[in-house]
T-cell receptor
Framework: GENVEQHPSTLSVQEGDSAVIKCTYS??????FPWYKQELGKRPQLIIDIRSNVGEKKDQRIAVTLNKTAKHFSLHITETQPEDSAVYFCAALENTGGFKTIFGAGTRLFVKA | SQTIHQWPATLVQPVGSPLSLECTVEGTSNPNLYWYRQAAGRGLQLLFY??????ISSEVPQNLSASRPQDRQFILSSKKLLLSDSGFYLC????????????FGPGTRLTVT
């Protein structure tokens, strides 16, 4: 089955700097890679996703890149703000017809004002 | 638009007691439904998923069970809770087909004492 590894587990940046979170996956058949943001005590919120037929996707200050050959994908947040502080999860959809999504362990991002 | 509900929001139960958590989705039909558990400060563990009424796939052998008695209703149950069942239980849905995005409910915070 699919396995997703996420690094780093904790990331601290200064406000205005960029933050990068990296994930690797094991199943080359996986074809959908979402990213979720979870604030303390709240539900995970889908913030951006990418499909395997695309190499990069941007949405304002957030971008995701995918390298299918290397089986890794990354989340890039530019011009970070204190409200970006949260836990971020990457995930990969197992392409088994059952829509199983496997999550990484999460990255706790701290943006210092 | 689609809405997902979970209840109760919080629950404190003694060890050995039964459990029933409910999740309902509005505004869509035949969704894929998922139960996840999140231990404190940890990632998301997929417990069960369902692609249709009466169709349940279990990911982790344990003392929990799931049922889908109606198209947009998903129930998580236990006959006897363990201390290790404490956590944040999240229900999620997706439309299925080639639409992979999963959306989470508000969650139930369960404390087993």
């Amino acid at each position: 089955g699919e396995n997703v590894e996420q690094h780093p587990s904790t990331l601290s940046v200064q406000e205005g700097d960029s933050a990068v979170i990296k994930c690797t996956y094991s199943d080359s058949a996986s074809n959908y890679f979402p990213w979720y943001k979870q604030e303390l005590g709240k539900r995970p919120q889908l913030i951006i996703d990418i499909r395997s037929n695309v190499g990069e996707k941007k949405d304002q200050r957030i971008a995701v890149t995918l390298n299918k050959t290397a089986k890794h994908f990354s989340l890039h947040i530019t011009e970070t703000q204190p409200e970006d502080s949260a836990v971020y999860f990457c995930a990969a959809l197992e392409n088994t017809g059952g829509f199983k999504t496997i999550f990484g362990a999460g990255t706790r991002l701290f943006v210092k004002a | 638009s689609q809405t997902i509900h979970q209840w109760p929001a919080t629950l404190v139960q003694p060890v050995g007691s039964p459990l029933s958590l409910e999740c309902t989705v509005e505004g869509t039909s035949n969704p894929n439904l998922y139960w996840y558990r999140q231990a404190a400060g940890r990632g998301l563990q997929l417990l069960f998923y369902s692609v249709g009424i009466g169709q349940i796939s279990s990911e982790v052998p344990q003392n929990l069970s799931a049922s889908r008695p109606q198209d947009r209703q998903f129930i998580l149950s236990s006959k006897k809770l363990l201390l290790s069942d404490s956590g944040f239980y999240l229900c999620a849905w997706s439309e299925g087909g080639q639409t992979y995005e999963q959306y989470f409910g508000p969650g139930t915070r369960l404390t087993v004492t």
